[in-house]
């Protein structure tokens, strides 16, 4: 595994060659990557790697919490939101 470039560079290569748009899942964990900065962040890796708006979505879903998975609730309505604006800024 290459990490967060590799999967970056793949996802570059991808479009080139294919001329389609990616989606990339985002499931929003209250507190933990809902916050603005986190929003920031992934808006700035998008733009580091030159990945056009109309070539990718990303499609933020709350958290669906299962047995499995207790460190984590679903992001509020309002963190959603708020997310969204600022990945879209």
């Known amino acids: 595994y ?3 470039d590799t999967l970056m560079n793949t996802i570059q290569e991808y479009i080139e060659v294919t001329g389609r ?4 899942e985002w ?3 209250d507190g933990q ?3 603005p900065e986190v ?3 992934l808006g700035q890796l998008l733009r580091r790697f030159k990945i056009r708006r109309d070539m990718v ?4 879903i709350p ?3 299962t ?7 679903p992001s509020s309505r309002n963190r959603v939101n708020i997310f969204v604006q600022v990945l879209a800024d």
Not at 67 to 73: L, R
Request: proline share 3%.
């Open 57 to 60: 979505h990303v499609n933020l």
């Open 33 to 35: 990557n809902d916050t």
């Open 2 to 4: 290459g990490g967060l």
């Open 67 to 73: 047995g499995g998975f207790v460190d984590g609730q």
């Open 27 to 29: 499931a929003l964990i």
């Open 21 to 24: 748009r990616v989606t990339l």
């Open 39 to 41: 929003a920031r962040s």
């Open 63 to 65: 958290l669906n919490p």
